[in-house]
T-cell receptor, first 118, second 112 residues
Framework: GAVVSQHPSWVICKSGTSVKIECRSL??????MFWYRQFPKQSLMLMAT?????????EQGVEKDKFLINHASLTLSTLTVTSAHPEDSSFYIC??????????????FGEGSWLTVV | SQQGEEDPQALSIQEGENATMNCSYK?????LQWYRQNSGRGLVHLIL?????REKHSGRLRVTLDTSKKSSSLLITASRAADTASYFC????????????FGQGTTLQVKP
C-alpha cells in the first residue's frame, strides 16, 4: 500500500542552526502535502500546506521565514527549521493525499520526526 | 482556534469496560476521521465516517456522526490494556484538499 516516509526520525541540533526534515511519498505522487507540529501532550496543529511547484500556504501564526517548505517534486516535500531555538523542539509530522476516484483522497501520515534543540 | 474539542481530556477505565470519547468541530466537513497515537509515536488511522453517514463500525470500534450538532463519538467496546493511547478526531473540511483539523485529543488509560 501507499507509504509516506519521513527522515530523520530523530534529530538533535544546536540552537541557532537549521534542520531539514524530508517527507516522501514512496509509491504515489502527491501534489499536496501537509506539515503538522505536535508539542508534548498536545494535539497536532497544522502548520502549512505544501504545494508542488508553488509556494506553501501557511496557517495563521506560523512564521514562513522560519519554517521553510519546499515541494520540488511530486514525491518530496522538505521542512527546514531555520535558526532553531529550544522552543522549536517538537514532533513534526507530514501527510500526503493519494488523490483520485480509486483512492478516495486517502490521507497517509509519515512516521514523524522528533526535533530537539539544545 | 482551528481545533475542535474533545471530551473527556483523559479517561481511565478497567479492562473489559467500554470507553466513549466525544468530539465537536466547527466547520462543514467532507468526512471525520479518528486516529490513535501511542506515546511518542506516529498516528494510526482507525476509522473514517463521511458527512452523509451517521454510524460506522469496525471491529470493537463504533463511530457516530451528528452533522447537525457538529459532533462525533468513538466507542471502544470491551477495552484492552493495549488500547491505552491518545485518540484524536480530525475533520476534513468540505473543500476536501486533504487538510486535517485535529481535535485536542483524549488520553485513554485501560488498566489490566
Amino acid at each position: 500500500g501507499a507509504v509516506v516516509s519521513q527522515h530523520p526520525s530523530w534529530v538533535i541540533c544546536k540552537s541557532g542552526t537549521s534542520v531539514k526534515i524530508e517527507c516522501r511519498s514512496l509509491d504515489f505522487q502527491a501534489t499536496t502535502m501537509f506539515w503538522y507540529r505536535q508539542f508534548p501532550k498536545q494535539s497536532l496543529m497544522l502548520m502549512a500546506t505544501s504545494n508542488e511547484g508553488s509556494k506553501a500556504t501557511y496557517e495563521q501564526g506560523v512564521e514562513k521565514d522560519k519554517f521553510l517548505i519546499n515541494h520540488a517534486s511530486l514525491t518530496l516535500s522538505t521542512l527546514t527549521v531555520t535558526s532553531a531555538h529550544p522552543e522549536d523542539s517538537s514532533f513534526y509530522i507530514c501527510s500526503a493525499t493519494q488523490t483520485g476516484a480509486a483512492y478516495g483522497n486517502t490521507i497517509y501520515f509519515g512516521e514523524g520526526s522528533w526535533l530537539t534543540v539544545v | 482556534s482551528q481545533q475542535g474539542e474533545e471530551d473527556p481530556q483523559a479517561l481511565s477505565i478497567q479492562e473489559g469496560e467500554n470507553a466513549t470519547m466525544n468530539c465537536s468541530y466547527k466547520t462543514s466537513i467532507n468526512n471525520l476521521q479518528w486516529y490513535r497515537q501511542n506515546s511518542g509515536r506516529g498516528l494510526v488511522h482507525l476509522i473514517l465516517i463521511r458527512s452523509n453517514e451517521r454510524e460506522k463500525h469496525s471491529g470493537r470500534l463504533r463511530v457516530t456522526l451528528d452533522t447537525s450538532k457538529k459532533s462525533s463519538s468513538l466507542l471502544i467496546t470491551a477495552s484492552r490494556a493495549a488500547d491505552t493511547a491518545s485518540y484524536f478526531c480530525a475533520t476534513v473540511p468540505s473543500s476536501n484538499t486533504g487538510k486535517l483539523i485535529f481535535g485536542q485529543g483524549t488520553t485513554l488509560q485501560v488498566k489490566p
